[in-house]
C-alpha cells in the first residue's frame, strides 16, 4: 500500500488501445535512465506489478524470465515498473537473474498515467496502490492492449500468445 509520506497520487484511466502510450523517462535497476522513445521500433511488454520479493510478484517476474528469449526474437522488449528503489530492483534481478529492465517510480506519477494506480484490498485493509495491470505497445508507440487483472502463473504466457495472434 502506499507510503503515509508519499504525494497524493489520483487515479487515471488506463489509455486506450490505438492512442499513443504517455512517454517517460525513469531509473532502472543499473541506475540509467530509460525513456519509452527510445524503444520505438520495437514492441513494448510493460508490466506493473505491486513489489519486488513478493510470492505474486516474484511469480510474475519469472514468467516474463522464462520467455524471454523468444519474445527478443519477436523484437518485443519486456519492463517492469513498480515504486521500489533502484537498489531494491538491483537485488531483485539478480537474485531471479531477470534479463529485463526493472523500473523505478517512487512518486507513482508514470503508473498512474497507465491507469495502475488505483483502490485496492489487501489482507482486509483498503487503500491506494499499485494495480497488477499489463500494457502491450506497439512499434510505433501506439497501446495495442491492456490487461486490467493478471494471473501472475500464466500471465506471461497469455501476453507471448496475443503477441503471437497479433
Known sequence: MAS????????????????????????TDDNTELCLEDLRGKRVVIYFYPRDN????????QGFRDIYTELQAMNVEVLGVSRDS????????AKYELPFP?????????????GSWGEKTFMGKTGMGILRTTVLIDTDGTILK????VRTKTHAEEVKADLLAL
Not at 491492456?146 to 487483472?149: A, H, N, R, T
Open 102 to 114: 526493472l523500473l523505478s517510480d517512487p512518486s507513482a506519477e508514470m503508473i498512474a498515467g497507465y
Open 54 to 61: 513478493t510470492p505474486g510478484c516474484t511469480t510474475e517476474a
Open 4 to 27: 503515509k509520506d508519499m504525494p497524493k497520487v489520483v487515479p487515471q484511466p488506463a489509455p486506450e488501445v490505438g492512442t499513443v502510450a504517455p512517454n517517460f523517462c525513469l531509473p
Open 86 to 93: 533502484v537498489k531494491t530492483h538491483a537485488n531483485f534481478k
Open 146 to 149: 491492456v490487461y486490467p487483472k
